[in-house]
């Protein structure tokens, strides 16, 4: 099973893709905690992700980032 999330926001950098999965990570770091986020969002959705045997990717799309979330399917 395939999730795919897109934004129409700046990408991010292609040497920080595989960092923004790290906990507490913040592309923009001239953004405030307040403003910005606390940067453990991706980072928790890439454990729960893994621990149920998922991946999780990011790449930019031209237009923005999009993120890719692949499940295995369970059958019954």
Do not use: M, W
């Not at 986020?37 to 930019?60: C, D, E, P, V």
């Amino acid at each position: 099973c395939q999730v795919r999330v897109r934004d129409r926001g700046p990408g991010v950098p292609e040497s920080e893709l595989e960092r923004i999965f790290e906990a507490f990570y913040r592309v923009d770091t001239a953004r405030s905690r307040d403003t910005g986020g606390h940067g453990l969002g991706l980072s928790i959705a890439h454990r729960a992700i893994a621990q149920h045997r998922g991946k999780i990717s990011a790449r930019n799309t031209g237009e923005g980032l999009e993120i890719l979330v692949t499940l295995p399917v369970q059958s019954g």
